[in-house]
């Protein structure tokens, strides 16, 4: 069982970093999606939702969106999802239900750096980068390598670059997490990133452009593991077969029929 033995609705992002910092077992409560499940002792919860972090804001260069959107925002913006390929969209769509999806938040998605986070793997095909209130700005990819544990997300930046890009995954049951997910962009080369395998999603730029030569290459590439979901081996195929798929799915829209 959680128990939270104080909470501080906070009213400056000063105030809310000065709480965090004071005790190691502090804590951000997010949407209290994972966090109400755990058996632990917080001495003091911090609420961002009065600090208007819950906006997602287009700019002439960027999105730039806040650490409270909930994922559900996400889904249903249309310029967001039209200028990335609507990748942000499929990679939340079937996040276990509709009311999970109104309270978990984006900042919370990115913070935990969960090896199955559908929603990190989609980030970073897209050169996502990670404000952060103590330590600055960083891309995704360096933000789920660090060990940053007391600091705050406040932004996550997707730049435009008239993306073509997919998301795919295979899952066991209609919301349960993903086996393995892998994220695709194209630019001047591909960027392909793999999750849930099940480690942190990792990125890897290509410039060849034949499909099965890279999805061979990428499954050479990736370190995939056993847990419940699917064995080591399992994932390893599913690897090559899941980014053929995507670099098809963004070849089509490439090619204008998609």
Known sequence: MLKIQNYTYARS????????????KN???????????????????IDLSGLGLDQIEEEEDCFKIGAMVTLRELELHEQLN???????????????GVQLRNLATIGGSVFSRFGFSDVLCALMCLDASVQLYHAGEMSIQEFSKSNIQRDIIT???IKKNDWKSAF???????????????????????????????GVATRYDVEIDDIDKVASMIQNKVICGSNMR?????RSHLVKVLTARALRKVESQDAGTN
């Open 155 to 157: 932004h996550i930046t």
């Open 82 to 96: 039209k200028a990335t390929g609507n990748v942000i969209h499929d990679a939340v769509k079937d996040i276990v």
């Open 168 to 198: 795919v995954c295979l899952r066991r049951s209609a919301t349960d997490i993903s086996v393995l997910n892998v994220a695709v962009s194209k630019s001047n080369q591909y960027h392909i990133c793999v999750g849930a395998r099940p």
């Open 13 to 24: 992002l000063d105030e809310a970093y000065a709480a965090l910092v004071k005790n190691p």
């Open 230 to 234: 699917g064995s080591k081996e399992y």
């Open 27 to 45: 804590c951000i409560i997010g949407g209290m999606i994972w966090l109400k499940m755990e058996d632990k002792v917080v001495p003091e919860a």
